[in-house]
């Protein structure tokens, strides 16, 4: 029974042993398993990697290395090694593990405790591990269905180190734990991916949303500077396809990409088609300019999508990286569909508003040259004066010329009266042409004293010829403010002309027309033009300012209308009143120029 | 042709038209007065010789053709010529209408004006004249007395003596003597000149 009992006891000893040694291995397991569990997705590849080393440890092997694949691909590497070795070789290498990657690709467990257990067909494998001085190792594949998800393995330097199934078995219910946590960790990436990109999205459809024509530019700039950075790509551009469908126009984060240089894909583009180059290989024969292009321009994979505005291509996006040749996922694609959608109607936009920026370009030219229609008479006198005083003298001096003893000094006096005669009548036309001019707004610094002066100069002898006088109430120590001169004399000008017709019907009381200048709060101007005409009807008070809405029987119903516009693309303000001794008063503030505020 | 040489008054407001138009008057010899407004020249007192006025249409205050108004208004007879930079058709004809000589478009050139100036002097000489002419006949025809004057109004619509006694309820020696001392105080020589005298001065019967 002793002997029994010993005989037993001896038999249970390995049995024991093992038996214990399962059990602190298997509390090892669950405690790394339970571990991992709460292991946020920063923290991740330090926890897989405290996990390794405790794994390698307790088994008493070398090294130990989880590679997580994305797509087919090794994505990342964890391992863990004795202090003073060199990291577990990637075995998903096909080139040096041929045969043992392709195991693991089939879901197959690999395992020898020697070199010599690996089959002929292993012959590369077997000699990539001599190489790194592997001589027994166990691969076990990660995979929940479809491609494999990464490979955990140990290995040990030393021959003998048997694998038995049920230690394997043990090791894939950790690797369930590390496919887990890299899920997980993928979900949380994804997830905070997505929120950026939503992030992304949005912030550029709100600095696109209010995008003028002039800050379009810049605005695209930025906003392709941010995809750029999002996508962790080298390159980005803008294309703009005109109506007939050529290109026209491009912006571009780091290098241009012309249409021109690309033509397989602009032609493409302008098909409507998803363009997603990888390998400069990839492109087909006809693309032949593409490819140089690529060369010139050391593109690599490239990828463009066309932007559409109601079924119409537009303009395209296009992304390059310079450096490694990455694979373009479909999520990516997803992606750059919205930005599109984004850019697209930032394009859409722009064009609309310079469609309407050329518009009002028009119609105030127009407005001007009507309201110098109605100035013909004052700007007759005006040019007749200097010319009448020119005229005059000189036909003055030519009888004292004529006579026998010529008074020079009186010549002279005359010649010098000419000239100064001769510069205002051309002041009088540089005024006029100023006026005349049609082209951009040019933004000035200005002083809006000298506008009203100038306009009340130019509608002096209008206001003589119509019986009304008007006067200036300048303020003195008005600040600067910014603008276009020209157009901003317009807006005096309209509304001076809106004053002087109130006044056209034959009423009592004096025609008084006051100008007046001075501060709206701290950082406005206000310009107010006073009547003593008969003011303006309650009802339309409310609609003085609209196009087209007048209360004259010759009005257009533009003058007003365009003070509004001029006035607003100015970011100031318009407004009417009666006032409360009879009359109207039209007003418009000014935004205080910067620097004077 | 007059003692008196012709004055040219000038109402501009422009300084500088002002200038020249009298730099250029005088080099033909012209006085030339300058006015910067319409008020301006009507204080100034009425010129007492051959004058003209050269008078601007467009200027702040009473424009040329209500300062035209109001001379009118207020009988004082000008010649006036006008001028404008921008002759409107309905400006012109009421400026011509009231009596101006010409309306001249700046830049006026100096022979238009000094042609203008010429007519309109010499109108002004002619108006003075038979101002002159119209003053002398009211003269005569005040230092008549009541009954002379209604012996005149019928002596110069062809009436007898005999014919005009009868109406007057007086003798027809009484009329005699009454149309020989009209015929002496209006200086006349015949009844012909009698009739005109009476016509220039508006002499006629009143209406029963």
């Not at chain 1, 469609?355 to 006198?381: M, P, W, Y």
Request: a neutral charge; one cysteine or more.
């Amino acid at each position: 029974m002793k002997l029994r009992d010993l005989a037993r006891r001896r038999a249970d000893r390995p049995t024991k042993l093992v038996l214990a040694s399962r059990l602190r291995f298997e509390t090892l397991l669950s405690a790394l398993s339970a571990g991992l569990i709460h292991v946020t997705a920063r923290d991740t590849d330090v926890a897989i990697e405290r996990a390794l080393e405790q794994v390698v440890t307790f088994l008493g092997v070398d090294r130990g290395g989880l590679d997580e694949h994305a797509e087919g691909r090794p994505r990342l590497r964890l391992s863990w090694a004795r202090p003073g070795l060199e990291e577990p070789p990637q075995v998903t290498a096909a080139d040096q593990f041929p045969w043992v990657s392709g195991r693991l690709r089939g879901g197959e467990v690999v395992r020898f405790s020697r070199l010599a257990e690996l089959p002929e067909a292993a012959a590369i494998d077997r000699a990539s591990f001599e190489r790194v001085g592997t001589c027994s190792k166990v691969l076990i594949p990660l995979r929940t269905g479809g491609p494999i998800l990464g490979v955990l393995s140990f290995g040990s330097l030393r021959a003998g180190y048997a694998w038995p199934d049920d230690l394997v078995e043990r090791l894939r219910l950790l690797s369930k734990a590390f496919a887990g946590v890299l899920d997980r960790r993928r979900m949380e990436l994804s997830l905070a991916e997505r929120l950026r990109f939503e992030k992304l999205l949005s912030s550029l459809a709100a600095a696109f949303s209010h995008l003028s024509a002039a800050d379009f530019d810049p605005s695209v700039q930025r906003g392709l500077r941010q995809v750029v950075d999002f996508l962790g790509v080298d390159r980005g551009s803008l294309i703009e396809f005109t109506r007939d469908g050529t290109a026209t126009r491009s912006w571009a984060v780091e290098e241009w990409v012309e249409a021109g240089e690309f033509p397989w894909m602009t032609a493409r583009l302008q098909r409507g088609e998803v363009i997603n180059v990888s390998q400069l290989e990839e492109l087909p024969d006809e693309a032949a300019v593409d490819r140089q292009s690529y060369l010139t321009h050391r593109v690599k994979p490239q990828v463009a999508v066309p932007l559409l505005v109601s079924g119409i291509v537009v303009g395209g996006l296009i992304f390059s990286t310079v450096g490694a040749e990455r694979a373009k996922s479909d999520e990516l694609i997803q992606q750059l569909h919205l930005l599109g959608e984004v850019f697209a109607n930032a394009l859409a936009r722009k064009q609309g508003e310079l469609e309407a920026v050329r518009l009002r370009q028009d119609l105030t030219h127009i407005g001007r040259v009507s309201a110098l229609g109605e100035l013909t008479a004052s700007l007759a006198h005006e040019l007749s004066q200097p010319l009448t005083a020119i005229l005059s003298n000189a036909q003055a001096a030519q009888r004292l010329v004529a006579g026998d003893v010529v008074d020079l000094e009186k010549v002279r006096e005359i010649l010098s009266d000419i000239v100064a005669d001769d510069k205002r009548a051309a002041a009088v036309i540089s005024g006029l042409r100023g006026l005349l001019k049609k082209g951009e707004p040019e933004f000035v610094p200005l002083d809006l004293n000298e506008i009203v002066g100038a306009v009340a100069w130019l509608m002096r002898s209008d206001t003589i010829m119509r019986n009304v006088s008007m006067s200036l109430e300048l303020s003195p120590d008005l600040p600067g403010a910014r603008g276009d001169r020209v157009q901003l004399q317009q807006v005096v000008l309209n509304l001076v002309l809106n004053g002087l017709e109130a006044m056209r019907e034959p009423h009592a009381g004096a025609r008084t027309l006051v100008i007046r200048t001075g501060r709206d709060g701290a950082a406005a101007l206000r310009v107010t033009v006073e009547d003593s005409g008969p003011g303006i009807a309650l009802k339309d008070l409310g609609h003085i300012f609209e196009p087209l809405y007048t209360t004259k029987s010759e009005g257009l119903g533009m003058g007003l209308a365009i003070v509004r516009t001029i006035v607003n693309a100015h970011g100031g303000a318009v407004g009417a009143e009666n006032n409360l001794r009879g009359g109207a008063s039209f007003r418009f503030t000014l935004p205080v120029a910067e620097k004077e505020r | 042709m007059t003692a008196v040489a012709p004055v040219v008054l000038v109402v501009d407001d422009d300084p500088s038209v002002r200038k020249s138009l009298t730099r250029l008057l005088a080099s033909a010899d012209y006085t030339v007065e300058a006015f910067a407004s319409a008020q301006e020249f009507l204080a100034r007192e009425p010129h007492p010789g051959p004058c003209c006025l050269v008078l601007d249409v467009r200027m702040p205050g009473l424009t040329g053709i209500q300062l035209q108004e109001l001379l009118a208004a207020t009988g004082r007879r000008m010649s006036i010529v006008f001028v404008t930079g921008h002759a409107d058709v309905p400006t012109s004809v009421k400026a011509m209408k009231a009596g101006a000589v010409d309306l001249l478009t700046k830049p006026v050139d100096v022979e238009d004006l000094i042609a203008a100036i010429h007519r309109a002097v010499t109108r002004d000489e002619h108006d003075r004249a038979s101002e002159a002419r119209l003053a002398e006949v009211r003269r005569r025809v005040g230092m008549l007395t009541a009954r002379e004057v209604e012996v005149f109004a019928r002596v110069v619509t062809g009436m007898l003596n005999k014919q005009i006694g009868a109406v007057l309820g007086i003798g027809e020696k009484t009329v005699k003597v009454h149309r020989a001392r009209v015929m002496e105080k209006m200086r006349a020589g015949s009844v012909a000149e009698l009739v005109r005298l009476a016509d220039e001065a508006g002499v006629t019967v009143p209406k029963s």
